[in-house]
Antibody
Framework: EVQLVESGGGLVQPGGPLRLSCAASGFSFNNYWMSWVRQAPGKGLEWVANIKQDGSEKYYVDSVKGRFTISRDNAKSSLYLQMNSLRVEDTAVYYC????????????WGQGTLVTVSS | DIVMTQSPDSLAVSLGERATINCKSSQSILHSSNDKNYLAWYQQKPGQPPNLLIYWASTRESGVPDRFSGSGSGTDFTLTISSLQAEDVAVYYCQQHYGTPRTFGQGTKVEIK
């Protein structure tokens, strides 16, 4: 059974850092592109970043470029999102999602982890 | 960026009746190399992550009831629920994966009338 379990969310002050993790199981993690997608409270979905199977390609939405870094450790079947210089508007539930293939839809999602940026 | 616009924002449908959600992209998401529309539909119930319903605009994901269907091409797409059931109450999102950034529609909330 495919499972994606996010962790690392919490309350952080504006300007602070936070690192999210996503532990994958039930599939060959190193065969899939992976993404982070976020959802602000009561709002819609926003794709944040994705990473190729070997980590050689990474893409970001403009609003997080230069502040967030996506990475992966295939040996640990884990996906990460290092978030720096956090802003109030980064407050959201962050989901880890598996892509069916390169430039494809998201077929599995984690339950999400809540990040709250507030003073 | 490709802008995805859904209509309506919400709709209320009687049990057993048809629900239709529209999604329009700001540019064509039909890829000429494979003649496929890079459009997916998701269902999100309260407190849950999104669930993939439809990909390639019209292909139903495994396990999705056949009352859900997708249609359209180029820039205009539709998700239809042929006979609304109580468990279909949710927010529905379209999403393009033709270009970066991936973008979603704003969501359509479906309720029971």
């Amino acid at each position: 059974e495919v499972q994606l379990v996010e962790s690392g969310g919490g309350l952080v002050q504006p300007g602070g850092p936070l690192r999210l993790s996503c532990a994958a199981s039930g599939f060959s993690f190193n065969n899939y592109w992976m993404s982070w997608v976020r959802q602000a409270p009561g709002k819609g979905l926003e794709w944040v970043a994705n990473i190729k199977q070997d980590g050689s390609e990474k893409y970001y939405v403009d609003s997080v470029k230069g502040r967030f870094t996506i990475s992966r450790d295939n040996a640990k079947s884990s996906l990460y999102l290092q978030m720096n210089s956090l802003r109030v508007e980064d407050t959201a539930v962050y989901y880890c999602a598996r892509e069916v293939g390169g430039w494809r839809e998201f077929d599995y999602w984690g339950q999400g982890t809540l990040v709250t940026v507030s003073s | 960026d490709i802008v995805m616009t859904q209509s309506p924002d919400s709709l209320a449908v009687s049990l057993g009746e048809r629900a239709t959600i529209n999604c329009k992209s700001s540019q064509s998401i039909l890829h000429s190399s494979n003649d496929k529309n890079y459009l997916a539909w998701y269902q999100q119930k309260p407190g849950q992550p999104p669930n993939l319903l439809i990909y390639w605009a019209s292909t139903r994901e495994s396990g999705v009831p056949d009352r859900f269907s997708g249609s359209g091409s180029g820039t205009d797409f539709t998700l239809t629920i042929s006979s609304l059931q109580a468990e279909d109450v949710a927010v529905y999102y379209c999403q393009q994966h033709y270009g970066t950034p991936r973008t979603f529609g704003q969501g359509t909330k479906v309720e029971i009338k």
